[in-house]
C-alpha cells in the first residue's frame, strides 16, 4: 500500500529516480496531490542536467517536473530553522572535505530547514535526513 500525501517535498535523489527509467520509481510522487521542489533541489537538478552529456534532453525532463511542482524558496522566516537543522547535523556529522559534497550537505541544510517550515513531509533516500529532529522523513 503507497502512503498518500496532500503536500509532498522531494530532495534530489527522488527526483533523479523519477526521471531515469532504469532506477527504482520513488511511488509516493504519483500519489501526492502536490508536489513540493525546494530551490535547492532544483539548483542541483539544472546543475546535473547542464553537465550532463545529454544536457538538452536532460533540462527538458527537469523543465517537465518543475511544471508538476511548486518551488519553494527560503525567506528570513526559514533562517532559525536552518541554523537548528545545522545544530542538530553537527551533532552527527562534520562538514564534508570535497567542494562537491560540502555543496550538497549545504543544500541538504536548506532542504531540510524549508521542510519544517512548511510543515511537509521529505521524499528521500539520504540517512543524511534521519538525523534532523521532527523531520517527517519518507524513504521508498
Not at 531515469?20 to 532544483?42: G, S, W
Not at 536532460?58 to 511544471?67: I, S
Request: with cysteine.
Amino acid at each position: 500500500m503507497t502512503l498518500q500525501f496532500d503536500r509532498l517535498a522531494f530532495d534530489a535523489n527522488a527526483a533523479i529516480d523519477s526521471l531515469r527509467p532504469a532506477r527504482p520509481f520513488p511511488l509516493p510522487l504519483k500519489a501526492a496531490r502536490r508536489l513540493i521542489m525546494p530551490l535547492f533541489v532544483l539548483a542541483e537538478l539544472r546543475l546535473g542536467a547542464a553537465r550532463s552529456r545529454q544536457s538538452e534532453e536532460n533540462a527538458a525532463q527537469v523543465d517537465a517536473l518543475v511544471a508538476h511542482c511548486e518551488v519553494i524558496a527560503p525567506d528570513p522566516d526559514t533562517i532559525p530553522l536552518y541554523i537548528r537543522v545545522r545544530n542538530d547535523l553537527a551533532k552527527v556529522r562534520t562538514v564534508p572535505q570535497s567542494l562537491e559534497k560540502r555543496e550538497g550537505f549545504g543544500h541538504d541544510i536548506w532542504i531540510a530547514a524549508l521542510c519544517l517550515q512548511h510543515q511537509l513531509p521529505l521524499l528521500t533516500n539520504d540517512s543524511l535526513f534521519d538525523q534532523v529532529s521532527a523531520l517527517d522523513v519518507i524513504h521508498w
